[in-house]
């Protein structure tokens, strides 16, 4: 089936700094992915959905300067958090979808530790 | 406002009982959902999808249901295995698992 990759799978970095974690479709075409953010005991929560080409589309209460989201191609897209903080130690997830098939393919996420 | 980080609502049952796991959509015009696992530490995995011209559709030890008069789905896991332990959400591409279109997840636990 289906493969969405993400790296790194957990990362730990110092207050202030930024962090890119990259997600890619393995094995077919998306033009749009999404990410998520959860946290302990907590669901997904839909931070943005970033589509291929153009600029992402932030959900309500998300920081587009703090989260920055770059679609390059149709298998790869990034999730920069900037200026990083203790309070965004998070659990971040992508999905993508195949452009013909309706199924969505989660990666296996990257786990966000901010000393 | 939105609300930020429901806290996931809990379901425990014994080992080898039948597990029910509800979802209630608010979209009229879905048409396609899917139910994914997620384990914990991993990125949720796909289940079973069900599409709105069928009320019932059944893969190995787990069935789901689709009520599209009252916007509600479940899914029915058969004789729970302590491997089924996980949050168990629904979806609806494109909404891509939007949590306030649906409810956030049931953590499920099976007890020995």
């Known amino acids: 089936g289906a493969v969405v990759s993400q790296h790194p799978s957990w990362v730990i970095c110092k207050s202030g700094t930024s962090v890119k974690i990259e997600c890619r479709s393995l094995?077919?075409?998306?033009?749009?992915m999404f990410w998520y953010r959860q946290f302990p005991k907590q669901s997904l929560m839909l931070m943005a959905t970033?589509?291929?080409?153009?600029?992402?589309?932030?959900e309500q209460g998300v920081e587009k300067d703090k989260f920055l989201i770059n679609h390059a191609s149709l298998t790869l897209s990034t999730l920069t958090v900037t200026s990083a903080h203790p309070e965004d130690s998070s659990f971040y997830i992508c999905?993508?979808?195949?452009?013909?098939?309706?199924?969505?393919?989660f990666g296996e996420g990257s786990r966000l530790t901010v000393l | 406002g939105e609300s930020v980080g429901l806290h996931l609502p809990t379901l425990s049952v014994q080992e080898g009982d039948n597990s029910i796991i509800n979802c209630a959509y608010s979209?009229?015009?879905?048409?396609?959902f899917i139910w994914y696992k997620q384990e914990s530490g991993k990125g949720p995995q796909f289940i079973i999808d069900?599409?709105?011209?069928?009320d019932k559709r059944q893969g190995q030890r787990v069935t789901v249901l689709l009520n599209k008069t009252v916007k509600h789905l479940s899914l029915q896991i058969a004789a729970t295995q302590p491997g089924d332990s996980a949050v168990y959400f629904c979806?609806?591409?494109?909404?891509?698992?939007?949590?306030?279109?649906f409810g956030s997840g049931t953590q499920l636990t099976v007890l020995p």
């Open positions: 999905s993508a979808r195949p452009m013909v098939l309706g199924e969505l393919f």
């Open positions: 094995d077919f075409q998306a033009t749009t």
């Open positions: 970033s589509n291929e080409g153009s600029k992402a589309t932030y």
């Open positions: 979209n009229s015009a879905s048409d396609y």
């Open positions: 069900i599409r709105s011209n069928m």
């Open positions: 979806a609806d591409p494109p909404g891509s698992a939007r949590q306030l279109t």
